[in-house]
């Protein structure tokens, strides 16, 4: 579907995302002039992104969120029973999903982008029936997310991830897990098990190099470190996604992976937590269709490609 045929927008933008109030109503100008009608909403008490999403669904042609990971992850649900694409209005902290398919880190030309672009098929992951868009981790990043609260998210953006993290690291203890997968079960000490959908997550991390919101796999990683110093040493491959190379890294790639400890841990979905392990991991593709910028030959736009683009 076009576009252009698009007329009727459902606008919900999250007002405590860190850049939640910035340029809106330029935004909304941009977005008007270029032909669409927005449709405002917001959660009454009790009720979540999604359940608004399916309140309106027959009044609108799309969804259209301002907000952060966590408010797009608030969505999924909706989305996916509504079959309504999502426009993506990066106000957060991270970004991590806008960075994962391309879309403009300024909100002007994300709009620009939504007007302009045809919506695409993307994968989400699921754990538990809780769906997220970049990761879900077992440990040290779902101790982080309980640690780092919203109004240090809002006061120091991506430097409150790395304040809150190095408090943890002194105090962090491996935890073992039972990991099934593809007909095996591995026994593992570990500081973080991940699992990603997307290719980035908190704050600059990367799930692994060649991952892609559309390519139908769940990207597994474990942290089976000795030291926090260690975890030190591997932070540029974290940064990059190259950790699976590392010896003190197990990495693979799956559609359904099961994860079991011997107390519940709780599972850190898209930086909030919901849900505890058990945890039962699978993959959802071509569950959302969003409008990204698209490359005939490669499909998706690469980070890479997105820096070059923007950069002007």
Same mark, same amino acid.
């Given at each position: 579907m076009a576009a252009k045929s698009l007329r009727r927008a459902l606008f919900i933008v999250n007002p405590n995302a860190r850049n939640g109030r910035k340029s809106v109503a330029t935004v909304r100008q941009l977005l008007e002039a270029g032909g669409l009608t927005l449709v405002d909403a917001a959660p009454a008490q009790g009720e979540s992104l999604s359940d608004v999403i399916r309140r309106m669904s027959k009044a609108c042609d799309l969804v259209i969120v301002g907000g952060g990971d966590g408010t797009l992850n608030s969505a999924a649900a909706g989305l996916v029973e509504t079959?309504?694409?999502?426009?993506?209005?990066?106000?957060? %902290? #991270?970004? /991590?999903?806008?960075?994962?398919?391309?879309?403009?880190?300024?909100? =002007?030309?994300?709009?620009? @982008?939504? &007007?302009?672009?045809?919506?695409?098929?993307?994968?989400?992951?699921e754990v538990n029936g809780h769906l997220f868009f970049n990761v879900a981790s077992i440990g040290f990043s779902a101790e982080l997310a309980s640690e780092?609260?919203?109004?240090?998210?809002?006061?120091?953006g991506k430097l409150g991830y790395a304040i809150v993290a190095a408090r943890l690291l002194a105090r962090s203890r491996l935890f073992t897990a039972y990991v099934e997968h593809d007909g095996s079960v591995e026994e593992i000490?570990?500081?973080?098990?991940?699992?990603g959908?997307?290719?980035?997550?908190?704050?600059?991390?990367?799930?692994?190099?060649?991952? %892609? #919101?559309? /390519?139908?796999?769940?990207?597994?990683?474990?942290?089976?470190?000795? =030291?926090?110093?260690?975890? @030190?040493? &591997?932070?540029?491959?974290?940064?990059?996604?190259?950790?699976?190379?590392?010896?003190?890294?197990?990495?693979?790639?799956?559609?359904?992976v099961i994860i079991k400890t011997s107390k519940p841990r709780a599972v850190n979905t898209d930086g909030d937590?919901?849900?505890?392990?058990?945890?039962?991991?699978?993959?959802?593709?071509?569950?959302?269709?969003?409008?990204?910028?698209?490359?005939?030959?490669?499909?998706?736009?690469?980070?890479?490609?997105?820096?070059?683009?923007?950069?002007?």
């Open positions: 079959g309504l694409p999502l426009g993506v209005l990066p106000l957060g %902290t #991270a970004n /991590d999903f806008a960075r994962t398919i391309g879309i403009p880190p300024d909100a =002007h030309e994300a709009a620009k @982008l939504i &007007l302009s672009a045809t919506p695409r098929p993307i994968d989400l992951g780092l609260s919203e109004k240090a998210k809002k006061r120091w000490r570990t500081m973080q098990v991940s699992v959908n997307g290719r980035h997550y908190g704050g600059g991390m990367t799930v692994e190099e060649t991952a %892609t #919101a559309d /390519d139908g796999r769940l990207d597994f990683y474990s942290l089976e470190v000795d =030291h926090w110093w260690r975890l @030190l040493t &591997l932070l540029p491959s974290l940064r990059k996604g190259t950790q699976g190379k590392w010896d003190d890294v197990r990495a693979f790639q799956t559609t359904e937590l919901t849900t505890w392990t058990p945890a039962y991991f699978r993959i959802r593709e071509k569950a959302i269709h969003v409008f990204a910028p698209f490359d005939q030959q490669q499909g998706l736009l690469t980070p890479i490609e997105t820096e070059v683009s923007n950069d002007r």
